[in-house]
């Protein structure tokens, strides 16, 4: 995700590259992103984030706290933290970082193609001028929603953050069981992600509810009724609210 933000912000001409630094542990990650990107590249986290105005913490949350070990009481006062460490609390990050100018971002894969969906929050210490630049760069990376309660954060996490992974998951089934059935797989590809594409885009559009959608299509007693009764049988609708339970409950364990 970091590198994501990264290519979108220098695509979208927030900043040079020249301007832009990346701090890893993998040299060969660096090496990868210097020559593609024309970054500069660190495995020092703490001469990363005092090279720029924005510091952005896109790290897996078991590692955070040594992350912020090197950072603590060591950022510029004016720069602005922009977290997307999934489930970590804005009132963690202060405390870790010892600074108060923080925005908790949870953005999702489809922002790596600007088509993402980002939900963030942030400190009051975030000023008016910072949440112009937030604004900027997560709108860059797609549709962004804006929310004074964070705990709005976790779940968004389990439906935009976690939700690229089940589509993904339903496409592979989607394409496999036409595949099965006797169809090229290219062909099952193009018909399975125009559908979704297109189903998307028209319900999105449309004044009516997805129930009614549903119902406009489903003939009694045709092909769209019979698949529809697998999954009621198979308790489809369930089985999504519990996964998305599940993964709302591991972002909460996760900020804990």
Not at 80 to 87: Q, R
Not at 127 to 141: F, G, I
Request: aromatic share 6%.
């Amino acid at each position: 995700m970091g590198a994501a933000m990264a290519a979108a912000v220098i695509k979208n001409n927030l900043a040079d590259a020249s301007d832009v630094s990346v701090s890893d542990v993998s040299v060969e990650r660096l090496e990868t992103l210097k020559s593609e990107m024309g970054v500069y590249t660190t495995q020092s986290n703490l001469e990363a984030a005092l090279r720029g105005e924005i510091i952005v913490l896109a790290v897996k949350p078991q590692i955070l706290d040594g992350v912020m070990a090197e950072l603590s009481g060591k950022l510029h006062p004016k720069s602005l933290v922009f977290s997307v460490v999934a489930g970590r609390k804005l009132a963690a990050l202060e405390a870790g970082l010892r600074h108060q100018a923080i925005v908790r971002a949870m953005p999702n894969t489809p922002a790596q193609i600007g088509k993402g969906m980002t939900v963030w929050t942030a400190t009051r210490d975030v000023t008016p001028s910072q949440r112009t630049h937030v604004e900027a760069l997560v709108c860059v990376m797609g549709r962004a929603i804006y929310t004074g309660y964070e705990h709005f954060l976790d779940l968004a996490t389990a439906l935009s953050g976690s939700g690229p992974a089940y589509v993904f998951l339903f496409l592979e089934s989607l394409i496999t069981g036409a595949v099965e059935l006797g169809m090229p797989d290219e062909m099952a590809k193009k018909l399975a992600f125009q559908t979704l594409i297109g189903a998307a885009e028209y319900a999105r559009e449309s004044d009516k509810s997805l129930d009614e959608l549903r119902r406009n299509v489903t003939s009694p007693g045709g092909t769209t009724a019979e698949a529809l009764k697998v999954f009621d049988e198979a308790d489809f609708s369930g089985i999504v609210r519990r996964a998305e339970a599940a993964a709302y409950k591991r972002a909460q364990e996760l900020g804990a």
